[in-house]
């Protein structure tokens, strides 16, 4: 009898580390779901002549996927963004984060493009105002320009199939 | 071999110092604000390193967006207000009192009641078991002792 509450309490304790250890301290919540996708306008990166802006995505279902040439795991969730682009399953605008011009055209005609539009953001400003602090990122956004979905870190095919895609389909049909 | 360690230890400030961007500022009251936040806020990057100790690029930005700010006579809680807004409370080293933060703050005053009420518990439970040994030892039994104890208590 005595022991069963040390016995108890050291059980209790091996549960809750076990538990910790499934959680990855590196994601961070992000604190903009169900708010307002922060606006940016900034310089195409094709065209730096023209400009993006968030409001001219207003009405659509639309991902912004935060990558740079220097980021390593965008060239591993590369493949799979081509593939949604080539289904035309959502409109994808890339935010090209704090990246040299000429090294992430280079980076496009070497992986392939599945963006419509990549808006530049050389300083990394815009990055701040969504609050990304590791790319790749991606974010959904719905109809009325509200985050719904953040993802951290590369996108992969589980990923897809058990959250963003069943989201996409229901955004779409929300009014 | 000896002199190249010590050059290099020698060098060493130097390169800490190398991480932190000189920054100017009108007033010393600007400059305080500044230097708070570069303790009080996370690298988000590298988790476990505030402003002022990380060389992480994400550091170096939040810094010059936190001098830009201050620059612009943004108050103190201005400027953390407009970091929790993007990163969220885990951009602040000093999380805020809040309900889903009662655990981390109020946990560790929990355990410590329960570590002195056991504490309390186990060294009562052991004197007792001292005093019934004494008891048994000494040969009488229970009713015995009653009796001894009574008649001490009329003379």
């Given at each position: 009898?005595?022991?069963i509450?040390?016995?108890?309490a050291f059980?209790?304790l091996?549960?809750l ?22 606006l940016f306008?900034?310089?195409?990166l ?5 400009t993006?802006s ?14 740079a040439?220097?980021?390593?795991a965008?060239?591993?969730?590369h ?15 890339g935010?090209d ?19 419509s ?5 050389g300083d ?9 602090y590791?790319?790749p990122?991606t ?7 509200f985050?719904?979905h953040?993802q951290?870190?590369?996108?992969t ?11 996409i389909?229901?955004l779409?049909?929300?009014? | ?9 020698l060098?060493?400030?130097f ?12 007033t010393?009251q ?8 570069l303790e009080?806020l996370r690298?988000?990057?590298c988790?476990?390193?505030?402003l ?5 690029g994400?550091a ?17 809680d201005?400027?953390?207000g407009y970091?929790?807004?993007?990163y ?7 999380p805020?009192?809040k309900?889903?933060?009662?655990l981390l ?12 009420l056991?504490?309390?518990y ?15 030892q ?11 104890l009574?008649?001490?208590?009329q003379?």
């Open positions: 009898m005595r022991h509450l040390p016995l108890g059980i209790l091996v549960a580390l076990g538990f910790g250890l499934t959680l990855d301290p590196r994601k961070v919540p992000s604190v903009l779901i169900d708010k307002p996708a922060p306008e900034l310089v195409q094709h065209q730096p002549d023209q993006i968030t409001t001219d995505m207003k009405g659509k279902v639309w991902m912004l996927n935060v990558w040439s220097w980021c390593g965008c060239r591993q969730e493949p799979l963004l081509v593939e949604l682009a080539r289904k035309k399953v959502i409109e994808i605008v935010l984060y704090k990246d040299e011009t000429g090294a992430a055209l280079q980076w496009l005609k070497q992986f392939g493009d599945p963006y539009v990549i808006a530049y953001d990394g400003r815009a990055g701040i105002d969504w609050g990304v590791g790319v990122e974010f959904i956004i719905d109809k009325q320009g985050i719904r953040k951290i870190g590369p996108l095919p589980e990923s897809l199939e058990k959250t963003i895609l069943p989201l389909n229901k779409k049909e929300e009014a | 071999m000896k002199k190249l360690i010590l050059a290099l230890l060098s060493m400030p390169c800490l110092s190398a991480a932190i961007e000189q920054r100017e500022f009108e010393p600007q400059e305080h604000i500044y230097k708070t936040l009080e690298c988000l990057v988790q476990n390193q505030n002022a100790a990380s060389n992480a994400l170096q930005d939040l810094r010059q967006q936190s001098y830009e700010m201050v620059v612009q006579g943004k108050s103190l201005e400027i953390t970091m929790v807004d993007r969220g409370d885990f951009v602040l080293y000093r805020p009192f309900p889903i933060t009662i703050w109020l946990g560790p005053f929990i355990l410590l009641i329960i570590g002195l056991a504490a309390f186990f060294i009562r439970s052991s004197q007792s078991a001292e005093t019934e040994t004494s008891v048994s000494s040969g009488l039994s229970p009713e015995d002792i009653r009796k001894l009574d008649d001490e208590k003379p």
